[in-house]
């Protein structure tokens, strides 16, 4: 399977738990950001590294803060509610919206796919 083929079928879990990290990893950029709130970020990194078989920290770390533009979308989403909000992050022209604002999306699922592809996790 080729990379863009890989990327085309990204299940919809990983696509908005990318959008989620990209975003979390804005809000530790503020400077104003509570102790306690850096620090359940980074504890919720660490958990959904270990919990599945598919994201690692390794893709964590390539992904960069989400972009001023991919916030907005983010913030529309949002007033549709946290469940709703999943769903349009998950859809496919809003993700590839979201990858060609913060292309460290799509690095981190290339790393993942080169992996994949040698079998490694």
């Known amino acids: 399977m080729t990379i863009e083929a890989a990327i085309t079928n990204v299940p919809s ?9 990209s975003h979390a990893k804005r809000t530790l950029t503020y400077k104003n950001c509570p102790a306690d709130v ?12 270990l919990e599945g078989d ?14 001023d533009a ?7 989403a ?9 769903d ?10 979201f990858v060609a604002i913060n292309p460290s999306i799509q ?3 290339n790393w993942r796919h080169d992996r994949s592809r040698r079998g490694i996790r």
């Not at 850096?38 to 590294?49: G, I, M, P, Y």
């Not at 598919?54 to 972009?67: C, H, Q, R, T």
């Not at 949002?78 to 999943?86: D, M, T, V």
């Open 107 to 109: 690095q981190a699922l």
């Open 70 to 76: 991919g916030e907005e979308i983010i913030d529309e």
């Open 78 to 86: 949002i007033k549709l509610g946290w469940p709703k909000a999943f």
């Open 54 to 67: 598919w994201l690692s920290p390794e893709m964590i770390a390539i992904v960069d803060p989400m972009p």
């Open 88 to 97: 349009v992050f998950a859809k496919k022209d809003v993700f590839d919206t």
């Open 13 to 21: 879990g990983w696509r908005y738990t990318l959008v989620l990290i």
């Open 38 to 49: 850096r620090a359940k970020t980074l504890e919720c990194f660490d958990q959904w590294s």
